[in-house]
């Protein structure tokens, strides 16, 4: 059991799935009986904007939103969005990021630019970092918009989780016709960790 | 059986389990899912009202007709719904009439954060915080109760992070409530002077009731921990204060109007010092102070946006540990967090590509023309690279400040000026506005925005889609139709991706010194299966730039030539139109 409750910030942009992958989590910490929390934002937010869920589990969890400095993990779907949601990770906790970039519309029009070196940076300041090709993964299991499920199975490699609650959460928790598709990426992310 | 579950599908879930029979609402973010999960459930009818007035009033005539009724709204939809509010708080109910307010603080999707339990103190009715998911089913099904048991509507108050945060729910099984026998009272229900005068005494004697009520309900308790520290709370802020100062006592608040005058007033005396912990507006603090009785807060936390625990501790922190460091939760304290010194590039929320909003505001901002706005996806036309939209005030007030600027500057501002608004956005609060610049004698002319939905809360059915909430056919109410029978004669219908033809209209309407109304309609490009595909024949294009001015999120620019992102191209071919040296095809053939 977690007597420390595990917090898990997941940060992309609006579209990527964060909010299905925060669903598939918390069901799979659920499942073994954790007290288990979510805070999702929906609306104007989600209009292509930068997106965070928080997830919170362990034996008691009080705040549904995660404190600054205090994430155990940060899972971006993005790079400039890790950048962003930096400042929720705790100074030892573990940075999980996808290696894509989405320009924001700022950047789409020139009035700002993408700033360059992102992963160097990001290396250089968090000890404990996992790059994936979630994009590439994602299309080999099937489609482009299994990144979420790539990036879940990097991170369940680092949780105390068994392989099974989580392919039951994705199984409950996705459209039967895309099932096969989900569980795929997942595997793919679950073996990129060795 | 437990299960992660939404605040506001817990919401429904204690609807249902209190027996509500009818339940309706107009989508806002944060309370949509309340009636979209009410309306799976079997037993329940649940409606997309045309606005929270009216959804107000349906769940008011159902409780006065016997069933145990349900409204929800968001925070802003409470002020539309308030005249039904303010009287319904005197008539009382029959069978229980519960309010669902979801506040938003810190704007996530609003245009202010209004704290509503300013409302229910407003209308004298009992209001209802819970803190989780759990709670917030749990205060439904009280709700129905002591909507019953006093004779009163009951304020069920969620803010974003309560309606929008999943957490464990125990489900329980529906309870079979019979209708209640309806029987003509109109001296409870007409509010003739006469009667209101007489209501109104009720209304205080309710209020006695209630205050004692709230003295030994189980919704209020006292967690005791360090005897020399005690907090009051309610709703979210309860889970940042136990988390943010774990050995403090705490006086958790369920039932926040009325309040409990002599448990708090024991609570206090018990402590040494005490805090009041509340988001937004001092509502506690300021009546427990009014009493005489010491608590601090709001010059320690502040008044604006939403807590977290560090908020709290930052606040408190300091004056709680002068009595005891122990009592913080010391991991909240220090931020190790790794730092990046350097300016990332926003990104705020866009227009979606293939949005058909997006023509209309790059011509709206080409020909210069100052735009009353209003409230939807299409309040985005305010931000870079479109800038087209002068003011933005809330449902349906886009025609109003247009009819008032022009009575201000006289008809030839009207020659520069439009009205703009969305389809269920017009439905739910423009027809009046639209009347009222027939009335008037107002010249202006009036977009419509048709894209088919209700596209910001997440493509909820409206009068004119022809679909209920359960998605069930209905009458499809035809805008040309209504907008000519409010009174308007000169009215248009243009393809929004046609922008030769809708800036012709735009430009020939506004320079008529008549009302007008345009409607531009195409469906939601997150509804509609795309058109095809373009792209940049790289050695055509000329470097100018001028298609990023529609601000598509397929488009940029590599440095030499435009670049379009053929994933998220749905074939709108705006940019096709606006590229000065013709550099832009629709993909023909397989590819496309």
Redesign the interface.
């Known amino acids: 059991m977690h007597d420390q409750v595990i917090s898990i910030l997941l940060t992309g942009v609006g579209g990527q799935g964060t909010v299905l992958a925060g669903r598939i989590l918390s069901r799979a910490a659920a499942s073994l009986g954790w007290d288990v929390k979510v805070a999702d934002l929906h609306g104007m937010a989600q209009r292509g904007g930068s997106v965070i869920t928080h997830v919170r589990f362990g034996t008691k969890v009080y705040s549904p939103v995660i404190t600054q400095g205090t994430a155990d993990y940060l899972v971006a779907f993005e790079k400039l969005e890790a950048c962003r949601c930096l400042p929720f990770l705790k100074g030892e906790g573990v940075l999980i990021v996808n290696d894509q970039e989405i320009p924001p519309l700022p950047v789409l029009t020139g009035a700002s630019s993408y700033p360059e070196g992102l992963l160097e940076m990001l290396r250089a300041r968090v000890k404990k970092v996992a790059i994936v090709d979630a994009l590439k993964k994602a299309k080999e299991a099937g489609s482009a918009k299994a990144v979420n499920m790539v990036l879940l199975g990097v991170l369940a490699r680092h949780l105390s989780i068994p392989r099974e609650c989580w392919e039951e959460a994705i199984s409950t928790s996705v459209k039967s016709e895309f099932r096969e598709i989900n569980l795929k990426a997942f595997t793919l992310g679950w073996e990129s960790i060795t | 059986m ?1 299960e ?1 579950m939404l605040g506001n599908h817990a919401v429904a879930r204690g609807a249902w389990e209190a027996g509500v029979r009818v339940a309706a609402a107009y989508p806002g ?2 309370s ?1 899912e309340i009636i979209e999960a009410l309306a799976q459930y079997p037993d329940v009818y649940a409606e997309w009202s045309v606005n929270e007035k009216v959804a107000l009033e349906v769940a008011a005539g159902a409780a006065i007709a016997g069933a145990r009724a349900l409204a929800a709204m968001k925070h802003v939809g409470v002020n539309v719904a308030s005249d039904a509010l303010m009287t319904l708080a005197y008539t009382g109910i029959n069978a229980g009439l519960v309010l669902v307010s979801a506040d938003d603080p810190n704007l ?2 609003s245009q202010n954060e209004q704290d509503n339990r300013l409302y229910a103190r407003f209308a004298q009715i009992p209001c209802l915080e819970p803190a ?1 998911s759990q709670e917030a089913k749990e205060m439904t099904k009280v709700a129905f109760a002591l909507s019953e048991a006093f004779d009163t509507p009951v304020m069920l108050r969620l803010t ?2 309560i309606a ?5 729910v125990e489900l329980g099984e529906r309870e079979e409530v019979p209708l209640k026998p309806y029987t003509k009272a109109p001296s409870k229900y007409v509010m003739l002077p006469a009667f209101g005068r007489e209501r109104h005494k009720v209304v205080e004697e309710r209020r006695a009731k209630l205050s004692a009520y709230a003295e030994i309900t189980p919704l209020n308790r006292v967690e005791w921990g360090d005897r020399r520290v005690g907090v009051i709370t309610s709703g ?1 802020s309860y ?2 204060v ?2 943010a100062l774990p050995g403090v006592s705490v006086l958790k608040l369920g039932l926040t109007y009325p309040l409990p005058k002599n448990l708090i007033r024991q609570f206090i005396a018990a402590v040494d010092v005490c805090f009041v912990v509340e988001e937004l507006e001092p509502f506690l603090e300021e009546q427990i102070s009014s009493w005489g009785l010491p608590v601090r807060g709001k010059e320690f936390l502040p008044r604006i946006g939403e807590f ?3 908020v709290v501790v930052k606040g408190i922190g300091p004056k709680v540990a002068e009595v005891n460091p122990a009592l913080l939760n010391e ?2 304290l ?7 010194n ?1 300016t ?9 590509p293939g949005c058909p909003h997006r023509g209309v505001f790059y011509i709206l901002r080409k020909l210069k023309l100052t735009v009353a706005g209003d409230i939807g ?1 299409y309040t ?1 036309g305010a931000s ?2 479109l800038n087209a939209m002068d003011t933005c005030i809330c449902m349906g007030a886009s025609m109003g400040v247009a009819l008032g600027m022009e009575k201000a500057r006289g008809q030839e501002f009207s020659r520069g000026l439009v009205a703009v608004i969305g389809d269920s956005t017009f439905l739910h609060a423009g027809m009046t506005g639209l009347l009222d610049i027939v009335y008037n004698q107002g010249t202006t002319t009036v977009i419509i925005l048709d894209n088919g939905t209700t596209a ?3 493509h909820q059915d409206h009068p004119g889609t022809g679909y209920t909430a359960s998605r069930a056919l209905t009458t499809k109410i035809d805008l040309e139709q209504v907008v000519r029978g409010l009174g308007i004669r000169r009215v248009q219908v243009v393809d929004p991706y046609d922008l030769t033809r809708a800036q012709e209209v735009i430009s020939a309407e506004v320079a008529t010194p008549e009302p007008s109304v345009i409607i531009a309609r195409r469906l939601c490009a997150l509804l509609a299966k795309g058109t095809g595909k373009y792209r940049v024949v790289g050695m055509y294009c000329r470097s100018c ?1 001028c298609c ?2 529609l ?3 397929a ?3 590599n440095g030499e030539e435009a670049v379009i992102d053929e ?1 998220q191209c749905t074939g709108c071919g705006l940019c096709a139109q606006i590229c000065p040296a013709g550099a832009i095809e629709k993909v023909v053939g397989e590819n496309a």
Not at chain 2, 164 to 168: A, E, F, P, V, Y
Not at chain 2, 334 to 340: A, F, K, T, Y
Not at chain 2, 344 to 352: D, G, I, K, N, T
């Open positions: 437990r992660v973010t944060p949509t996530y999707s989780d974003t992070r929008h945060s999943q957490s464990l979210i889970q940042y136990k988390e977290d625990p560090r991991s909240l220090h931020d190790n967090s790794p730092s990046l350097i990332l590039p926003a990104r705020p929320p866009v227009m979606c996806c985005l870079p690279p910001m809360t997440g730039q990023l001015d601000g598509c999120p488009l940029t620019f994933i």
